[in-house]
């Protein structure tokens, strides 16, 4: 049996193709836009804004000039080209890959990579593979869900690499020490990367792997000792929520580590991407590898980020319950916040399968909150209407109606407001004012959904990410990641 990651295509390292999982579905994948706002489904749940009918275009690009097509093929490789180990060690020299799922048990103990010529794996990914990013031609800018390069939806190709196993590799296994580190919030799913990840490792033959506790913190704080990873101990921890070796925000210290796998967001990667860039600097052979971590599935050229589904599923739970208690009360009104900092897809997708929510809001579509046609105005129609109703926000949005803060945590993002907290009080103030009963139930489930186990879809999901992080490293890495959220403070890098 081939490997899994055979059917799985990543926008990624050609070398080292573990981080993206960017099936070939093409849908609101651009290099030079984000994604589309799921503004356009479902005509029960409101959504209050005006759209204005947008094409993804770049402005830098001049498209007088005949060769722009080409131009901007040419940019994006290079935006996206993956630095090998070798730009900074010339003569580091490769040797043939330990890693086969043909055949567990070496041919050769004094050499677990080397198989008998009738014995060959051809399971390898060559390093020219590449999977098309963009699969559906778009022949008009105002065709449903068209994202285009140009006024005139020119069809450009966008090629990223494929994922999976090379046939040469850069490191002895037997020399490696690997060490995983888990960083920003708890997200379903990271148990299973971190699994698959040592699985994958131990395959290739790696026996030295360990795991940072508590982020970042667990480099420079001598109290926090390392823990032995081995197949046996991540054996069961993916029947578990939360994350193994614990999470935190903050940076980096020594460990004299070969290999780290940084499992996290953007202030993460920022971080990730700092330790890159000092080791290359410092001409060190230390290889930095990055899952992205997001449970809000916002990360530009990847369909679905681990953890997502899970979300959605548990995000049913707490939207039932809001509709049960909205339901069963004389006019109640239901909220449910939900996670979402610059997306809604979660809040969206949870809306639409419940389809037990009336208004939907999310950080990519502005509303109005007061006025004839805000949401106050619509939530007191709907009580007059049907007696009830239920709202789900995603926490990022509305934030234009609240206080703003230069608050930042410790990753560096942006401290938001509470805008579920708001909406409960300003409703409440609404239906007091005018006269009109109001029974309003606030459920804020964030860190309940968080911290539960993955469902079997994210599960397959977090082994393939693992195993294609395990993929073993023959190149170095930095962050490439173009994380749709923007912020996230560089951390000074440091030698592993």
């Not at 080292?16 to 029960?44: D, I, V």
């Not at 319950?321 to 449910?336: D, K, P």
């Not at 949005?397 to 805008?419: E, P, R, W, Y």
């Not at 029974?439 to 911290?451: E, L, S």
Request: hydrophobic share 35%.
């Amino acid at each position: 049996m081939g490997s899994i990651s055979h059917v799985i295509t990543t926008a990624t390292n050609p070398y080292l193709p573990h981080l993206t999982l960017a099936r070939s579905r093409g849908l609101r994948l651009s290099p030079s836009s984000s994604r589309l706002p799921p503004s356009r489904f479902a005509k029960k749940v409101g959504i209050f804004a005006e759209i204005s009918n947008r094409t993804s275009t770049n402005a830098a690009i001049d498209f007088s000039d005949p060769d722009w097509k080409t131009k901007f093929q040419e940019d994006f490789e290079a935006r996206f080209r993956l630095p090998h180990i070798t730009d900074t060690i010339p003569d580091a020299a490769p040797i043939p890959s330990t890693f086969c799922l043909k055949m567990r048990t070496p041919i050769d103990k004094d050499f677990p990579g080397h198989y008998s010529s009738d014995e060959e794996w051809h399971g390898y990914i060559n390093n020219n593979d590449r999977v098309l990013l963009k699969t559906i031609y778009y022949s008009s800018p105002t065709s449903a869900g068209a994202e285009c390069i140009d006024p005139n939806c020119t069809w450009v190709e966008q090629w990223v690499h494929r994922a999976g196993p090379r046939e040469k590799i850069y490191y002895k296994p037997e020399e490696v020490k690997a060490a995983i580190v888990t960083c920003g919030g708890l997200c379903p799913g990271l148990n299973d990367v971190i699994r698959q990840i040592v699985i994958t490792l131990e395959i290739y033959g790696v026996k030295r792997i360990v795991g940072i506790p508590f982020g970042y913190r667990g480099f420079s704080d001598r109290e926090l000792t390392e823990v032995p990873l081995s197949r046996k101990v991540v054996q069961n921890i993916h029947l578990s929520g939360g994350s193994l070796l614990g999470v935190s925000r903050g940076g980096p210290g020594e460990r004299g580590i070969d290999m780290l796998f940084v499992l996290g967001g953007n202030g993460t990667h920022a971080g990730a991407n700092a330790i890159h860039n000092e080791c290359r600097k410092r001409r060190l052979k230390i290889s930095v590898i990055g899952v992205p971590k997001t449970i809000d599935n916002d990360i530009l050229l990847m369909d679905k980020t681990f953890g997502f589904d899970t979300a959605v599923e548990e995000a049913q739970r707490a939207i039932n319950s809001a509709y049960i208690e909205a339901h069963s009360a004389y006019h109640g009104i239901g909220i449910v916040k939900l996670m979402g900092r610059s997306s809604g897809f979660i809040a969206m997708q949870a809306s639409l399968s419940s389809g037990q929510v009336d208004i939907c809001l999310i950080p990519e579509v502005p509303f109005n909150f007061h006025g004839p046609h805000g949401v106050l105005s619509h939530l007191k129609y709907l009580l007059e209407t049907k007696g009830s109703a239920v709202v789900c926000v995603a926490e990022g949005a509305g934030q234009n109606l609240l206080q703003k803060t230069n608050a930042k945590d410790a990753s560096g993002n942006i401290v938001f407001g509470d805008i579920g907290v708001y909406i409960q009080q300003e409703t409440k103030k609404y239906f007091k004012e005018i006269g009109l009963h109001a029974d309003i139930k606030y459920i804020d489930p964030t860190y309940m959904i968080r911290a539960c186990r993955a469902n079997a879809s994210d599960g397959i999901l977090c082994t393939v990410l693992g195993q294609n992080a395990g993929v073993f490293v023959s190149l170095e890495r930095r962050e490439r990641k173009r994380l749709k959220e923007k912020g996230g403070g560089e951390e000074e890098g440091k030698t592993l």
